[in-house]
């Protein structure tokens, strides 16, 4: 288990209606070190996917690193290729719907167009298969009045639906660390983390 940020104090309450000024700032100051491993515990799961092929013809880490490198040489921005990433992150614990999953994960770090593709990909993708399996492969088109719809249906025209092929020279994980690293450094939309840091400072504990 991941103890990134983990000072050893303890708040006193047994209920958050109990809390005090001296609790929060405990919890303030670990959640602080807890969110600078978002990165390491990502990458970890990520690393779930090697070997897990699911009769696909290449396993779904090599999928996901073949969709950013795709992406990367396409020259979309870091966080476009960071998407592209983890787009199938939700692929072990989220077998019904991982797109949501991925895209919980990612909305902090992302634009809102990056995070509708992620979120929503699962039936973009499901034009280039869904009649095989006596779906309608039009179900994207329920989206169709949406301002991401194009470039959804980009994405998985351009990239994920062609990541498939194990001849490609797809980059490894190690050329995406440091790309991941900077995108999930800092949410686009810093109020909550923000908080937490002022709490932290305030109680003499620097951020």
């Known amino acids: 288990m991941d ?3 983990d000072s050893g104090a303890r708040a006193q309450f047994h209920s958050m209606e109990e809390g005090t000024q001296e609790d929060w700032s405990i919890i303030a100051r670990d959640y602080v070190g807890f969110a600078a491993g978002l990165p390491d515990r990502v990458l970890a799961h990520l690393k779930l996917l ?10 779904r880490l090599t999928h996901s690193l073949q969709t950013a490198t795709r992406a990367h040489r396409d020259g979309r921005p870091e966080s476009y290729v960071v998407m592209a990433l983890l787009h199938d992150i939700g692929d072990t614990l989220g077998s019904y719907n991982h797109p949501e999953i991925a895209a919980a994960i990612l909305q ?3 634009s809102e167009e990056e995070h509708w593709i992620c979120k929503n990909h699962g039936a973009f993708q499901g034009y280039y298969y869904f009649h095989y399996l006596g779906i309608d492969r039009n179900v994207r088109e329920k989206y169709r009045e949406s301002p991401h719809f194009d470039a959804c249906a980009e ?6 639906q062609a990541a498939f092929d194990p001849d490609y020279d797809t980059l490894s994980l190690d050329f995406f660390e440091p790309m991941l690293r900077r995108v999930m450094a800092r ?3 810093e109020t909550a983390i923000t908080a937490m840091e002022t709490t932290a400072a305030k109680a003499g504990v620097p951020a």
Do not use: L, M, T
Request: with cysteine.
């Open 155 to 160: 994405f998985c025209a351009k990239y994920d």
């Open 3 to 5: 103890h990134h940020g």
């Open 187 to 189: 949410p686009r939309n």
């Open 108 to 110: 902090p770090f992302v």
């Open 50 to 59: 090697d070997g897990d092929f699911g009769g696909f013809p290449i396993d």
